[in-house]
């Protein structure tokens, strides 16, 4: 029995899996409010009965595929930024966490989709606010190390300051980046802006 009860959670897992899979391809090319629950069945291969035993509604699916991308990009941040040696050095860190950030233009329309919902329902709002604090705590507790060996420019204050100021030259860059469709200019854009929030302009990136 617990063997199977092993093989039947693994495969829930799978399906789970394969159903976020689906939602975010369909989200990304129709627009989460035109996509139904059928839809996504379809793109994933699985019945309606399937989809219910993982998900109670669309939107819970939604904000599963949310929290499972938003905790790629905090993972990717704070191992770029871990990565540091003893005298960190913040071109050298921008340079990493730049070239490694998700700016995936699919995962980015499908986050606007979510930003304009939670604009309007302070629920998703709050969903939304503890991920970008998450953000900016994994970037603040790097940045005040830094601090310790290379002063941040006096204008952002302290660490949380710069944390901030951070994560909104990311939002900035990725609206450009769903216009343009530049990843590449993106992320050089985000590297130049990042370098000369920190260090008053005084690093080159990579």
């Known amino acids: 029995m617990t063997a199977r009860a092993g093989r039947t959670t693994r495969r829930r897992a799978r399906t789970r899996a394969e159903l976020l899979d689906a939602a975010f391809t ?4 129709k627009g989460f409010g035109r996509v139904s629950i059928e839809e996504v069945c379809e793109a994933a291969g699985y019945s309606r009965g399937a989809f ?11 904000f599963a595929l949310y929290r499972q991308r938003a905790d790629l990009i ?13 005298e960190p050095d913040v071109a050298a860190a921008v340079h990493r966490v730049t070239e490694v950030l998700l700016l995936d233009r699919d995962w980015l329309l499908v986050k ?3 930003l304009v919902r939670a604009a309007r329902a302070p629920e998703l709002a709050r969903t939304l606010l503890e991920h970008r604090a998450r953000l900016r705590r994994a970037i603040a507790v790097r940045l005040a190390r830094a601090h310790r060996h290379s002063p941040l ?4 204050g302290d660490a949380e300051g710069a944390a901030h100021a951070v994560v909104a030259a990311y939002d900035g ?34």
């Not at 993982?54 to 939604?62: A, G, R, Y």
């Not at 993972?75 to 003893?86: F, K, M, R």
């Open 173 to 206: 860059i990725t609206v450009q980046l769903l216009l343009d469709r530049d990843t590449e200019r993106a992320r050089a854009r985000l590297a130049g802006l990042l370098t000369a929030l920190l260090s008053d302009g005084g690093g080159t990136p990579e």
């Open 26 to 29: 369909v989200f990304a090319a």
């Open 112 to 114: 606007t989709d979510f």
């Open 74 to 86: 905090a993972e990717q941040v704070t191992a770029a930024l871990a990565a540091d040696g003893p």
């Open 153 to 156: 420019p006096a204008v952002l």
């Open 52 to 62: 219910y035993s993982n998900f109670t509604t669309l939107d819970e699916l939604f």
